[in-house]
């Protein structure tokens, strides 16, 4: 089992520097890691380097009482006045972005000083604001979530490896399990069939398993739409799924099927308490862009899918906004690594929680370098340059 209080040397290109307008750093809201010994500008609560809880206050007794003043306003300065970074200075309590309310936070929301925010609301609030926020979720379907979207950053990182359901030995996943071993930790949850969890895949592995149901068609056959439910939701629990995947083909010959087995699915899926990630499978005839992908992904929350993963395109604003779920990004087919990166970063601050990549990391020639780097954009503060930066350094031999 790997430990969680080692640096893992991922955190150097998204630590932090120095308030340039003299403010201190937790006064801006960074964090540090002790074990890394390092600032970030992150709003997680653990590292994501080591998985260390970062600090958020100064140790010293006098360095607490500053900060608590700063904050409380009674020791303004004149860096303060200055023109404030809206992602700084937002107070804790504010409501948290649209992605971030979807995954739970279990904690109380407190003030700034840690004090409870609750003063002004009757008691009848008070008491509906305890325990778990779960979203309307049940707690077992909360909790499988979380293990996809990660709560410290609602953002995740989805290995890809379910091509060979319909493309049969694809190019660099040729033996699954040699591909799979070196990634594994650093994916938050693995995309790939029974058959390739069961045979490549340790038991003994804590990343959660998104488990592709549908199938029925190969890339040979007559039409890659017509799909259906392969796996029982008993087999489904036995594997330990975190949640289930299955296609949607939105505007092809098996529209109707798709569409219906999705909803079938989320029934069932539902009363176990696992999610559904719907899929929405494009056809060569159809293209990508904003209006179709938004109109297939509408439909997969409209069925009760709990995720959507698509592609990204030009507008992809009008994708999210209209997707009452969140949305993960389709690598797609391989790219050169700073094009996979920009993807990536674009697909974030177009409102997506994070990637669903298989191709444009284990075509890589460097896949852990690749994986690394896309993780850096995903759950830390690189940019498409730092990232791409990262990746060329992580590649180096030696
Ligand atoms: C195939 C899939 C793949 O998992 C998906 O396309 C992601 O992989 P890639 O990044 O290689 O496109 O769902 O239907």
Redesign the pocket.
């Known amino acids: 089992m790997r430990s969680v209080l080692e640096c893992k040397q991922m955190c150097a290109d998204s630590k932090a520097s120095k308030p340039a307008d003299g403010r201190g750093r937790y006064e801006v809201g960074q964090r540090r890691c002790n074990t890394c010994g390092v600032f970030f500008d992150t709003a997680n609560m653990h590292c994501q380097c080591c998985g260390t809880k970062l600090r958020t206050k100064p140790r010293s007794k006098a360095g607490k009482e500053r900060l608590a003043a700063v904050h409380s306003g009674s020791a303004a300065t004149a860096a303060e006045a200055a023109a404030p970074n809206p992602a700084k200075t937002k107070p804790a309590s504010a409501p948290e972005p649209k992605r971030a309310a979807k995954t739970s936070d279990s904690k109380p929301q407190k003030g700034r000083n840690g004090a409870a925010t609750t003063t002004a609301k009757s008691a009848a609030a008070v008491a509906t604001a305890r325990g778990p926020n779960l979203g309307g979720m049940d707690w077992g379907l909360a909790n499988r979530m979380a293990s996809i979207i990660r709560p410290e950053d609602s953002r995740a990182l989805m290995l ?4 060979g ?2 493309l049969g030995p694809t190019e660099r996943l040729e033996e699954p399990d040699r591909v799979i071993a070196p990634l594994l930790e650093y994916c938050d949850s693995l ?1 790939l069939t029974r058959g390739v969890q069961r045979t490549s895949v340790p038991p003994t592995t804590r990343t959660p398993m998104v488990l ?1 149901v549908s199938g029925g068609s190969s890339i040979i056959g007559e039409d890659l739409s017509q799909e259906d439910v392969t796996v029982s939701i008993q087999d489904a629990i036995r594997l330990n799924a975190s949640a289930l ?1 299955l ?1 949607i083909f939105v505007g092809s010959k098996y529209e109707y099927q798709t569409i219906a087995n999705l909803g079938r699915l989320v029934g069932r899926a539902q009363e176990y308490g696992i999610p559904v990630l719907a ?1 929405t ?1 494009v056809g060569k005839e159809l293209g990508k862009d904003a209006r179709y992908l938004s109109l297939a992904c509408r439909i997969a929350a409209e069925q009760g899918a709990h995720i959507v ?1 698509t592609y990204y395109c030009e507008d992809f604003e009008k994708v999210t906004r209209s997707c009452p779920v969140p949305i993960i990004v ?4 391989k790219i050169p690594e700073r094009d996979a990166l920009e993807l990536t970063y674009n697909s974030i601050r177009g409102g997506a929680v994070g ?7 284990w075509q890589s020639d460097h896949p852990v370098a690749m994986i690394r780097a896309v993780r850096s954009i995903v759950h830390g503060t690189n940019d498409v340059d730092r990232a791409y930066r990262m990746y060329l350094d992580l590649a180096k031999p030696g």
């Open positions: 890809a490896v379910d091509h359901y319909f995309m592709r995947a296609s899929v499978a993963k389709a690598g797609g087919k990637v669903d990549m298989g191709r444009n990391i």
